[in-house]
């Protein structure tokens, strides 16, 4: 397999992926550390990076709660999604 027809592979899978899990809640683990960090008051702004961020749905719960959030994917049909 070449690197094209990898890239074209992994392109479908996600974009699979990305389907089956659209409209999720943000993941538990995330809420979680989210509701650790809470308990850490500041007046600073918080700012995070969301690694293969998919369609944001971490990335939005961030947002709602103020936090600046640079989301990356690697699939860019997942950030086109938002």
């Given at each position: 397999m070449?690197?094209?027809?990898?890239s074209?592979?992994?392109?479908?899978?996600?974009?699979a992926?990305?389907?089956a899990?659209?409209?999720?809640?943000?993941?538990e683990?995330?809420?979680?550390?989210l509701?650790?960090?809470?308990?850490?008051p500041?007046?600073?702004p918080r700012?995070?990076?969301?690694?293969?961020?998919g369609?944001?749905?971490?990335?939005v719960e961030?947002?709602r709660?103020g936090?600046?959030v640079?989301?990356i994917d690697?699939a860019?049909e997942a950030?086109?999604?938002h």
């Amino acid at each position: 397999m070449n690197n094209q027809q990898e890239s074209q592979a992994f392109e479908r899978n996600w974009s699979a992926y990305y389907k089956a899990v659209e409209g999720r809640p943000p993941r538990e683990t995330l809420l979680k550390a989210l509701a650790r960090l809470d308990t850490f008051p500041t007046d600073a702004p918080r700012f995070a990076v969301d690694l293969g961020c998919g369609d944001g749905r971490d990335t939005v719960e961030l947002l709602r709660r103020g936090w600046r959030v640079l989301g990356i994917d690697g699939a860019q049909e997942a950030i086109a999604r938002h």
